[in-house]
């Protein structure tokens, strides 16, 4: 069993019996994506909500909710994956800071994003662990499709 | 012509910025000890531009927990100034402060914690003060906010608020000694400031 690491702004997918990781979401969304039948399943983990806040061509395109769920399901796809047997799991986008600049909630955003996106491609979300105030770290066991959430107050949750 | 993204930043002026922030962590430190009624001896900080992504690596790895505490600059000079405090950090000013040994971050009371509130309050103001007085301009804070967390996830409200002007941040650590007895510890900061705030404390400093 090998674990597969997903850096801030990245993502890949992962067949049995690999597992992907992700460590200490704040503000930041986990998406795990799984095709049971096909057992394969892939992890982005994005930064910001959408890719029109991108302000050079050089941006990395996976850092955005928009483009970076668009490039995960363009990669299962071409494994042979159909969009219509996907179901995902997410987790993130925590409030790290109650600070006084309230408009600057990223995280709840980051939210509201990512679930448009799915929406869009008929995704349904069948786990989440979104919002408050705490860190995640996130283990996707692809041969079962469990999400594993870990924090440092919560302890280790198995979605 | 001011600069549109941190990454654009050049040697003179990446050397203006370790400038303020010597001179900025030694204002913070006397302040600091002022507040504490101890001692406190500094090292000469060590000011590093980096990017976001290797700042979890240098502080200890993503998953390690720290104390984040945060604070808008605001006026002038507006941005934001994060402070990471690990455990050394902690244990310390607990014991000088408080006369008790630090056992976990979960342990720390409320007062505790408002002790905390009180230091990053003084060093930021320190600190900005220092910038204040070489430039002409004026700056200010806000209340500081406190979060315990693993590293990565304290990060990602830097990272993600101020990611269009770059992954590039200024890191300063500094190395303090608390009084006699106590070890060396380290505190880390990190400033990012908005482009046009910097271009105009770069104007003011004739280097732009």
Redesign the interface.
Known sequence: MGMVTIGISDLNIATPPNILVTYALGSCIGICLHDKAHNIGGLAHIMLPSSKEATKASDNLRRYADTGIEELVNLLKSKGVLVSSLTAKIAGGAQMFQTNCSTFNIGARNITAVKQVLAKYRIPIIAEDTGLNFGRTVFFDVATGVMQVKSVNQGVVNL | MGLS?IEELDAMHIDVLRELGNIGSGNAASSLASFMGKEINIDVPNVRILD??EV?DYIG???K?VM?L?V?TIEDLKGMILYIFDDDFVKSVVKVFFDKDFES??ELSEMEISAFNEIGNIMASSYVNAIGSMTGMKIDI??P?????????????P???F??IGNKVLFIDDSFGIGSTLERVKSNMILVPEMDSLNNLFTRLGVM
């Open positions: 993204n976001f992504n979890a790895g993503p998953e927990i984040g945060l808008d971050f979960s806000s209340t906010s406190i979060a315990v967390d693993m590293a990565g996830a304290i990060l990602s409200y990272t993600a608020k990611a269009e």
